[in-house]
């Protein structure tokens, strides 16, 4: 709640800061005109493309790291890296897929090194989601809550990581299996496999819980 | 179609990747067969149990602003405004290894230098005649060097009253309303305006606060455990309240970026928001 103003007041600060553009800018500029400008050079082009997708990006990257601090910082990354990279998009129209394949390299390069250096990097913890709304919610509701996330956040952490990152393609962002194949490389096989196989492990680790919610 | 078929498809059925002809098998099938529609069943529930965790996080305003810095300072072609390179500075300062409250501190400080500089340059700059002109500004004596935005103490009794009183930011309000003044003995004289610097004082100040409360809420969101639920719900509709406030007050400047009176409010407002954050990242 806090930080989604902090971002409108931020936002409302860039605007602030900005010229009058010789053009007018809109929310609704289709991902191929963003790209097209921002290649230009044009900012706030690419300010908007960051308006558009920090956030689906940055819970993306969480969900495989599981550390908000760290996400934060590889969302960082995955933006600079989306800048310098610009003109190697080969289809405007898979702007999504693209900055998640990104960031999906990213988290993975992040967690590669963090396993060689023997770091844990998915905690086990309330998600700052949960954090927020404990107090919206009632005690007993609250508690059920922890309770599923605790659960589906270790659950998550001990899914492989191809299964794990399949996993939250489809469940969490109802990707497609294309667009999951666009992000990871994958085949469509290895994505239906893994994903089979990600959806029956969460469901034995989720079994009691389930079964109790149900 | 077989019980065996339809279980290998039930995955690629219930996510909408199969084609129109075994779909329309699929139903058929899942129609007259109870123990595969349980198993189409169990992952209509499992999904929308999932969909109950949350794990959406919101982007810290700092964000964009650390891309954007990257991105100047690799030399990408991004090229950064005045207004920008001060933040970076500003940014970097902060990202110093110090705790949460010497960064506040820091922050708190520059706004301190700032109005301090804006009040000299009112001294400097506004005829005697409009300084005394301050007619909402009642009680106007000062000590010299004070400054309100440290010195006040916030009323702890909901948000929005506790920024009605008239007695805050006058650094800027009066800047500002020298600046407005300025503006209309201009048009009388026919001069060019000058520059608005009050106005980007304002801007600066109002970024450090964003910065502050940016750590801050950072801070006080990593400690929710040791609130009590109800002094968490209390503290949290009072952020609710001064999220209002400061949306509405922003919208007044950036309406009317001269007008003292809504600049004094949304700098009241930013600040009780800052009081909020420290509350809640003391407990």
Redo the contacts between chains.
């Keep these: 709640?806090?930080?989604?103003?902090?971002?409108?007041?931020?936002v409302?600060?860039?605007?602030?800061?900005r010229r009058p553009a010789s053009h007018s800018v809109s929310l609704m500029n289709s991902s191929e005109d963003l790209i097209s400008r921002s290649r230009a050079?044009d900012?706030e082009a690419f300010?908007l493309i960051?308006?558009r997708y920090?956030?689906p990006v940055?819970?993306f990257i969480?969900?495989l790291v599981g550390q908000?601090d760290l996400?934060?910082e590889l969302?960082?990354e995955t933006?600079?890296r989306a800048?310098?990279s610009l003109n190697s998009i080969r289809d405007e129209t898979k702007l999504a897929s693209w900055l998640f394949g990104i960031g999906r390299n990213v988290a993975r390069e992040a967690i590669r090194a963090r396993l060689r250096d023997n770091q844990t990097f998915l905690e086990v913890g309330p998600?700052?989601?949960?954090?927020?709304?404990?107090?919206?919610v009632s005690?007993a509701q609250n508690l059920l809550?922890k309770e599923?996330?605790l659960a589906?956040h270790n659950a998550l952490a001990l899914l492989d990581e191809d299964r794990r990152v399949v996993f939250v393609l489809?469940?969490?962002r109802q990707f497609?299996?294309h667009e999951i194949m666009d992000v990871t490389g994958f085949t469509l096989a290895k994505v239906?496999t893994d994903?089979?196989r990600a959806?029956c492990e969460?469901?034995r680790r989720?079994g009691p819980?389930?079964e109790a919610?149900? | 179609m077989k019980c065996a078929e339809c279980q290998a498809l039930v995955?690629?059925y219930f996510?909408?990747?199969l084609d129109q002809r075994a779909a329309a098998a699929m139903s058929v099938h899942l129609e007259s067969c109870p123990s595969c529609s349980t198993e189409l069943e169990?992952?209509a529930?499992?999904?929308r149990?999932?969909q109950?965790?949350?794990?959406?996080?919101?982007?810290?305003?700092?964000?964009?602003?650390?891309?954007?810095d990257?991105?100047a300072e690799?030399d990408?072609?991004?090229?950064l405004?005045l207004?920008?390179r001060s933040q970076i500075a500003f940014s970097k300062l902060l990202s110093l290894r110090f705790g949460t409250a010497a960064a506040v501190a820091v922050a708190l400080f520059a706004i301190v230098v700032i109005l301090g500089v804006m009040k000299q340059q009112n001294k400097q700059e506004v005829p005697k005649q409009l300084a005394l002109s301050s007619e909402t500004l009642p009680g106007e004596k000062r000590r010299p060097g004070e400054t309100d935005i440290v010195s006040k103490q916030v009323n702890s009794n909901g948000a929005e009253g506790s920024i009605r009183g008239p007695q805050k930011k006058r650094g800027v309000v009066a800047g500002l309303r020298a600046e407005t003044v300025r503006g209309k003995s201009s048009l009388v004289n026919g001069n060019a305006r000058e520059p608005k610097t009050p106005v980007q004082f304002v801007?600066k100040a109002?970024?450090q606060y964003?910065s502050a409360?940016?750590l801050l809420?950072r801070d006080a969101?990593q400690r929710?455990s040791r609130l009590d639920?109800e002094t968490?719900?209390k503290l949290?509709s009072a952020?609710?309240a001064v999220?209002r406030t400061?949306?509405s007050t922003?919208k007044a400047v950036?309406r009317n970026p001269n007008d003292p009176l809504a600049v004094q409010y949304m700098l009241s407002a930013y600040e009780k928001?800052v009081d909020v954050?420290k509350e809640m990242s003391s407990y």
Excluded: C
């Design positions: 709640m806090s930080e989604r103003l902090a971002l409108d007041l931020a409302d600060l860039a605007g602030l800061e050079g900012q300010r960051f308006e920090a956030r940055l819970s969480y969900d908000r996400a934060e969302t960082q933006f600079v800048f310098k998600s700052d989601a949960q954090l927020r709304n404990g107090a919206q005690p809550d599923l996330s589906m489809k469940v969490f497609s299996y239906k994903l089979h959806r969460v469901r989720l819980f389930l919610d149900r | 995955q690629e996510d909408g990747e169990q992952l529930f499992e999904q149990v999932y109950s965790y949350e794990h959406e996080l919101e982007v810290s305003p700092a964000l964009w602003v650390k891309v954007r990257r991105l690799e990408n072609g991004w090229t405004t207004f920008g801007r109002e970024q964003l409360i940016a809420t969101e929710p639920s968490r719900a949290n952020l609710v999220n400061i949306l922003r950036q928001k954050l």
